[in-house]
């Protein structure tokens, strides 16, 4: 059983498009991490969310963490064929440092 | 930014031989490293957390003898697969956080290791 629940686990849209994944947990985390990972690569850190309620925007690319800090929304706007990958959430738990991954999105951008 | 390096980034290794793993830290000091195994097609599971100085704790399931890890300095952490089978062929990670950077930023992984037991 996944700690943190990820959706879609498979997204395929067209260059343009716009695409959202979510990630939702019936626990609280002290932050919450969003992940990019290359077939045959280690997961590179896109960003973190720290506060309840927090935005985050890099680019296209848009991060919001709920307010109770459970969960999580990854945006990207205007889709273009790099942005295809899995995308991975992490939350890190209150009184350790450990992360808990959701499953994982696919993000097919079609050109 | 922070960096840390896995090595080797493909072995292949014969049933019953130990394998070894290392993860540097190259610009920071880390007191804590983490260990996953990821299989295809589906996410990162945590396996251990090394410890530099002391034990690694190991998560519900994980053989800490199969999975040996030894933390011996503040940049390199080692997991060694002992006796090895086909059924440990993974893909096999390492993370690692900057302390300088405080919650606000997240970890540093490895670009991992693919093992292969033949």
């Known amino acids: 059983t996944q700690l943190l629940e990820q959706s879609p686990q498979f997204l395929s849209i067209q260059e343009g498009e716009n695409l959202t994944v979510y990630c939702n947990s019936s626990?609280?985390?002290?932050?919450l991490q969003w992940y990019r990972q290359e077939p045959g690569e280690g997961p590179v850190l896109l960003v973190t969310?720290?506060?309840?309620?927090e935005v985050k925007k890099l680019k296209r690319l848009t991060f919001q963490f709920g307010d109770a800090r459970k969960d999580s929304s990854l945006h990207i706007t205007a889709a273009q064929p790099g942005d295809t990958g899995l995308y991975l959430c992490?939350?890190?738990?209150?009184?350790?440092?450990?992360?808990?991954f959701g499953a994982g999105t696919t993000v097919t951008v079609r050109a | 930014g922070a960096v840390v390096s896995q090595h080797p980034s493909r072995v292949i290794c014969k049933s019953g031989t130990s394998v070894k793993i290392e993860c540097r830290s190259l610009?920071?000091?880390?007191?804590?490293m983490f260990w996953y195994r990821q299989f295809p097609k589906q996410s990162l599971m945590l396996m251990a957390t090394?410890?530099?100085?002391?034990?690694?704790?190991?998560e519900q399931g994980v053989e800490k003898d199969k999975f040996l890890i030894n933390h011996a300095s503040l940049t390199l952490s080692t997991l060694t697969v002992t006796s090895a089978h086909p059924e440990d062929s993974s893909f096999y990670i390492c993370?690692?956080?900057?302390?300088?950077?405080?919650?606000?930023?997240?970890?540093?992984f490895g670009s991992g290791t693919r093992l292969t037991v033949v």
């Open positions: 993370s690692a956080r900057d302390p300088q950077g405080g919650r606000s930023y997240g970890y540093t």
């Open positions: 626990s609280v985390f002290s932050s």
């Open positions: 969310v720290v506060t309840g309620g």
């Open positions: 992490a939350g890190e738990g209150l009184r350790d440092y450990k992360l808990s």
């Open positions: 610009d920071f000091q880390a007191t804590t």
């Open positions: 090394s410890n530099e100085g002391s034990k690694a704790t190991y």
